[in-house]
């Protein structure tokens, strides 16, 4: 996986349920350092591939502070 096309993702499975939902969910880690992220809004990409090969994009508007 990839964010802002930047940087590879760490991506660590947990057995928790962080969000309530009743399904186990994955967290996902990237180094900041690797985003070059402006301050301010802006918007965020995840691209990526499942292990069967299906590719996926989301994206999502965000505010970074410094």
Do not use: H
Not at 31 to 58: C, M, N, R
């Amino acid at each position: 996986m990839k964010l802002n096309g930047a940087g590879t993702a760490q991506v660590r499975e947990t057995n928790c349920d962080m969000n309530g939902d009743g399904l186990a969910d994955v967290i996902i880690y990237f180094d900041i350092a690797d985003l070059s992220l402006p301050t301010g809004e802006t918007e965020l990409a995840l691209t990526g591939a499942t292990t069967g090969g299906l590719t996926f994009k989301a994206c999502a508007a965000v505010s970074v502070l410094r």
